[in-house]
């Protein structure tokens, strides 16, 4: 199937007489014939529903779609896309262990890996995404267990060279990690180039009108997990009576393992109802992604035409830094910019306080048009060093262009501009 048709069909198939809508099943419990049938299960959660701390029918309809969408062998949505990044990880590292990661990230992100992260016993090397591969085979340690990176950067809007990052990646026998939240399925799918695991902020494009946070976990299948890097995989887990993952569940063994371990014991998983709010969302990703990229590719040519614009970060511009890389990479460069307006600061709160179309808030990437600072906000617990290299500065200004009319969001923009 097409995207377009993937977007509506995938994860959810009614059989004769069965709801044409995905049904929610609002319930935490599931009924067994005997305590025989109980064991069993938990013996192997695969083999049936135990509990909806980490397995729901609604929500595995959504995790099948999306899986679908993307590639992969299978997904697991989570509460939050936070929580998908924490579980991907986690999946892979213990105390002791080390990540490398890109600098230009989400700042929360940023946050999760550089301290909660080491909280655990757990290290993150930053490099510069467009660092080359000389110096990215460098960093990897003997402890390393995984590369990440951002498709399209948040709020860099920089374009990650994915094939690069693989390819060092396998050399050192690690998985690449990819954030697709901005790119979305849509205008990229990862997996094509290389990376291995996939996650979502599904709080962002996929649900795409700001009703419910979420975020999802998917696994390519393509890895080579007996590569003697990840015992936990090959080994038997106890926790299971001796269980091994790569041998009983083949290609699906990360994403089963980060479901029987991780959600067993985090349970960050989200409710039928998300799932469900979700699942329609994302019936109009397709459509709604390509109004996202038209009416922003406008807006962009709008703001670097502006003499009250110091710079424009988007890579549908023939003058962006990462143009060449988003053909190559991107169908569409979705619907978020980043510019710097002149003046710094105060230039740029003006700005974004004159607005009136466009709301001022702490989202990204929904229908309507928003903007907000990241150095006062998302950003605001680094230090003007990591900001820097995280590429932001204090003049920057996230615009998240929406569905209205674009001849009403630049005229919004138009005014705000001029009260500068």
Not at 44 to 53: C, E
Not at 349 to 366: C, G, P, T, Y
Not at 396 to 419: F, N, P, T, W, Y
């Given at each position: ?54 397995a ?29 990044t ?11 262990d080390s ?16 301290t ?12 510069d ?60 799918r990862?997996?094509e ?15 795409g ?24 995989f ?14 009983t ?20 998983y ?33 703001l ?15 003058t962006?830094k ?11 460069c979705?619907?978020?910019i ?42 605001r ?37 001029d009260k500068?």
């Amino acid at each position: 199937m097409q995207l377009e048709t993937k977007c509506i069909h995938a994860g959810y198939t009614p059989k004769n007489t069965e709801p044409r809508v995905m049904p929610i099943v609002q319930s935490t419990t599931y009924v067994f014939d005997s305590t025989e049938d109980i064991g069993a299960v938990f013996d192997d959660p695969t083999k049936a529903l135990i509990y909806s701390r980490f397995a729901n029918p609604t929500v595995m309809a959504v995790e099948g779609k999306i899986a679908a969408l993307e590639g992969g062998v299978g997904a697991m949505c989570t509460s939050s896309g936070q929580a998908a990044t924490l579980m991907s990880v986690l999946n892979l590292c213990s105390a002791g262990d080390s990540i490398i990661s890109t600098n230009q990230i989400y700042g929360g992100t940023y946050n999760l890996f550089s301290t909660t992260l080491k909280k655990l016993g757990i290290q993150c090397i930053l490099l510069d995404c467009d660092a080359d591969e000389k110096t990215i085979d460098e960093a990897f340690l003997p402890n390393t267990k995984a590369v990440f990176g951002e498709t399209l950067a948040n709020p860099a809007l920089s374009v990650l060279d994915i094939k690069k990052w693989a390819d060092a990646a396998h050399k050192h026998g690690v998985p690449l990690i990819i954030d697709n939240t901005f790119a979305t399925p849509i205008h990229c799918r990862p997996f094509e180039f290389g990376a291995d695991i996939v996650v979502h902020s599904t709080s962002k494009y996929m649900d795409g009108h700001a009703l419910q946070v979420g975020g999802v976990v998917v696994d390519s299948g393509n890895f080579d997990w007996t590569n003697g890097n990840f015992p936990e995989f090959t080994e038997p887990d106890e926790s299971y009576h001796g269980l091994t993952y790569t041998e009983t569940y083949g290609k699906q063994a990360f994403i089963i393992k980060a479901r029987m371990q991780l959600m067993r014991d985090f349970g960050c998983y989200p409710s039928a109802h998300s799932a469900f709010l979700l699942s329609i969302g994302i019936d109009t990703l397709a459509v709604r992604m390509e109004r996202f990229c038209k009416n922003a590719q406008t807006a962009a040519e709008f703001l670097q035409a502006s003499d009250k614009v110091e710079s424009v970060s988007y890579p549908g511009l023939p003058t962006d830094k990462y143009y060449e890389l988003g053909k190559k990479y991107l169908s569409g460069c979705s619907g978020v910019i980043s510019i710097t307006i002149k003046g710094g600061k105060q230039n740029a709160i003006r700005f974004m306080d004159a607005l009136k179309l466009a709301s001022n808030e702490v989202h990204v990437a929904d229908i309507h048009t928003c903007v907000l600072h990241p150095a006062s906000a998302t950003h605001r617990q680094l230090t003007d060093e990591q900001l820097v290299a995280a590429g932001i500065n204090p003049g920057q200004v996230r615009v998240s262009i929406g569905l209205e009319g674009i001849d009403d969001i630049i005229a919004d923009l138009k005014q705000a501009l001029d009260k500068i």
